[in-house]
């Protein structure tokens, strides 16, 4: 089924239609990237609106919509008016959680349409991935591995956090990635107790732990990865609260599977942490759904009730977090599959002394 079909079926009557204002729902409607534009979809037609700099890449690309151009003399609003008129289109289901206030009320005051809020159901499409979603996933988390494994004889005890996390950016492109898919998380010593710790001018010693949580960004969709290594040696402490991390996501992962929520699979994780002791040391979720975007439903944390299907992706991140001390944290992706789940994260996972 195309994207755009999937859009139409939201819209229970002829004089309904859809604003796709953000990159992520007009990517997924036209199954084309373009960086700026607005797209409206109705059932009579739908027309996709950009300017100068990008028309003629939509031209030669989007196959489902009208493509035109807007300009000083054609601005957004009246070539959007104007679709309003030529579909007769009375309500505008639109992304409330993509538009600025004071976008929002530029739309409100002169569109000829009623905007009703449509976010969630817009992106509850994306849940279940394509199998060409799926593959460029692979791809992504492919060439994450790649990275990784390319970074590892770089880092270097007299290297700051910021330093080796341009080596890393440079492994992600030169292996492939179109970009980064976050800013990459670069952590050393006391500072791997942060779990979104942000990479400083602290220089690597002997025996930190050093976190490095990032991910390719292949042809929109996202990868993401953490493994914690580290430097020189690891105390008895440091590979008691690894090896308990590294239990808890295997364990998780085996517990993955379709037809339950993701809450369930998370508690397996927060089981075996908590059992082991650091149960108050594990404050974030287990696993988040990707795509397009790196954070996206459904969710595999404590509060995630979304019963998961085949097709879905989720990554599987334990970790426990020792203020003043260090933390650990080991992060795959998964895609469910009929019976269970496919890792699509290949690289090793023993700890790794570097
Ligand atoms: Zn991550
Ligand atoms: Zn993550």
Redo the contacts with the bound molecule.
């Keep these: 089924m195309k994207n755009i079909d999937k859009y139409l079926s939201l819209l229970a009557q002829e004089q309904e239609g859809l604003l796709l204002t953000s990159r992520y729902a007009r990517f997924y409607g036209a199954e084309y990237d373009i960086a700026e534009g607005i797209a409206v979809v109705t059932r009579k037609g739908s027309r996709y609106f950009t300017d100068s700099r990008y028309i003629e890449a939509a031209q030669n690309n989007i196959r489902d919509f009208e493509v035109i151009c807007t300009d000083a003399a054609h601005p957004y609003n009246d070539l959007l008016n104007e679709a309003i008129e030529d579909f007769g289109i009375t309500v505008l289901g639109f992304e409330e959680e993509y538009l600025t206030v004071a976008e929002y009320q530029d739309l409100a005051k002169n569109l000829k349409a009623e905007l009703k809020p449509l976010n969630k159901k817009l992106a509850k499409f994306r849940y279940v991935k394509e199998q060409w979603e799926l593959e460029r996933m692979r791809k992504a988390q492919e060439i994450t591995d790649r990275a990784f494994s390319d970074v590892l004889p770089r880092i270097k005890a007299g290297m700051t956090e910021k330093q080796l996390q341009a080596e890393l950016v440079y492994c992600v492109l030169k292996n492939g990635g179109d970009n980064v898919s976050f800013d990459p998380i670069v952590v050393s010593g006391p500072n791997t107790s942060l779990p979104h710790g942000v990479p400083g001018d602290r220089v690597l010693q002997p025996g930190d732990f050093i976190t490095l949580d990032f991910g390719a960004l292949y042809q929109r969709y996202c990868a993401?990865m953490t493994r914690t290594v580290a430097l020189g040696y690891a105390t008895e402490e440091m590979r008691k609260v690894y090896d308990t991390v590294l239990t808890a996501q295997n364990a998780a992962i085996a517990a993955t599977k379709p037809g339950i929520p993701g809450k369930q699979i998370d508690a397996v994780a927060r089981r075996i942490i908590a059992d082991a002791g650091y149960g108050a040391y594990f404050g974030h979720g287990y696993g988040?759904g990707l795509g397009l975007q790196i954070h996206e439903d459904p969710n595999c944390n404590p509060a995630g009730d979304v019963i998961m299907e085949p097709g879905m992706v989720a990554?599987s991140?334990p970790g426990i977090y020792l203020p003043g001390k260090f933390g650990v944290r080991i992060?795959d992706v998964v895609i469910f599959t009929a019976d269970g789940c496919e890792n699509i994260t290949t690289s090793p996972k023993e700890l790794i002394i570097v």
Excluded: A, G, T
């Design positions: 993401d988040h990554s991140e992060e």
